[in-house]
Nanobody
Framework: QIQLMESGGGSVESGGSLRVSCQAT????????MAWFRQSPGKEREWVAT???????RYADAVKDRFRLSHGDVRNSMYLQLNGLKPEDTAIYYC??????????????????????WGPGTQVTVSS
């Protein structure tokens, strides 16, 4: 069974930077997709970014000019570099993963239902 664990996060002032990381364990092959979602109090969980096994990343419009998603050095790991942080970026950031080949970078990659495996989340807080 795949387990995901996020690390990093924390508190920063507006305009600052943070990095959050995710490591998947319990799966001997490369995951098809790894993704980040976030959720703020009172809001629905929203998609942030996805990276495929080949390293191609896609981003939500709200973050595409500020965040960068990359695979880590260890198989089935990734990190999300958050630059130019704004108070509206404050949320719990969740790592998600999919083993089965999806075959598209269409709208499905932004849906939580595409990812069967989830981490517990890490808090990112941005103060103004």
């Amino acid at each position: 069974q795949i387990q995901l664990m996020e690390s990093g996060g924390g508190s920063v002032e507006s305009g600052g930077s943070l990095r959050v990381s995710c490591q998947a364990t319990g799966y001997r092959f490369s995951l098809d997709l790894m993704a980040w979602f976030r959720q703020s109090p009172g809001k629905e969980r929203e998609w942030v970014a996805t990276v495929g096994r080949g390293g191609k990343a896609r981003y939500a419009d709200a973050v595409k000019d500020r965040f960068r998603l990359s695979h880590g050095d260890v198989r089935n790991s990734m990190y999300l570099q958050l630059n130019g942080l704004k108070p509206e970026d404050t949320a719990i950031y969740y790592c998600a993963a999919r083993t089965e080949y999806l075959g598209t970078y269409g709208p499905e990659i932004g849906s939580a239902s595409t990812y069967p495996s989830w981490g517990p989340g890490t808090q990112v807080t941005v103060s103004s």
